[in-house]
């Protein structure tokens, strides 16, 4: 409520500053949960603007001070905008498990798989057939289960290709059959220089890939 209380400091009507500042809280939590910067706490931060707005609402509706309802209100917003997230994350992840192991892989392996990921991974159901492309190079074949539908100027930090895995000197046009199914989510960090974040896709079954 910082900015809130700098706001009436300099002029603003309290409910007026209270306002604006649940809907930066808003928009900021938009948009950290949309580019996968910080989900957990994007929506956190959505909770709280949301929670905010209707505890200040609610509290003057029952004769209270609007700022008084909108802090209580976006405290309470941002705990259970917080939970929400982290209930979905969780649902999403098991599904996505379950999913790994019907297409033979060993539940270790496919732990390992998903640690690849950040935030919330789903499975996408691809129903057409779908260009992807895949950098890869040294021990990391042509063909493999990582692609991604991005074209990416920096594929190694985008999503977060460590050398000793993948020397990443080439990239490959694929095409992807339709009706199929995908593991989605944004490319865990690898450690410095490997930031991640870009949108990557696991595909179980390579021979659902051409070379396009």
Not at 123 to 133: A, F, P
């Amino acid at each position: 409520m910082m900015a809130s209380n700098i706001m009436s400091a300099a002029g603003v009507d309290g409910k007026v500053a209270s306002i604006i500042f649940a809907g930066l809280n808003i928009v900021t939590g938009v948009v950290l949960c949309a580019t996968g910067v910080g989900g957990a706490l994007g929506a956190s931060m959505i909770g709280s603007g949301v929670g905010s707005i209707g505890g200040g609402f609610l509290s003057e509706a029952l004769g209270f001070g609007f700022q008084a309802g909108a802090m209580i209100g976006g405290v309470v917003g941002g705990i259970v905008g917080g939970q929400i997230y982290s209930g979905v994350k969780n649902i999403q992840y098991h599904r996505a498990l379950d999913y790994l192991k019907t297409q033979g892989l060993e539940a270790e392996e496919a732990v390992n798989q998903l640690k690849n990921f950040k935030g919330i991974v789903r499975i996408k159901e691809v129903k057409y057939d779908t260009v992807v492309n895949r950098t890869w190079g040294g021990n990391a074949k042509e063909i493999g289960r990582w692609v991604t539908p991005k074209n990416y100027n920096n594929p190694v930090k985008k999503l977060a290709i460590r050398s000793e895995w993948n020397t990443a000197e080439n990239t490959s046009k694929m095409i992807l059959e339709g009706n199929r199914t995908v593991i989605v989510g944004r490319a865990a960090s690898q450690g410095i220089g490997y930031p991640g974040g870009g949108i990557q896709w696991f595909v179980a079954n390579i021979t659902w890939l051409k070379v396009g």
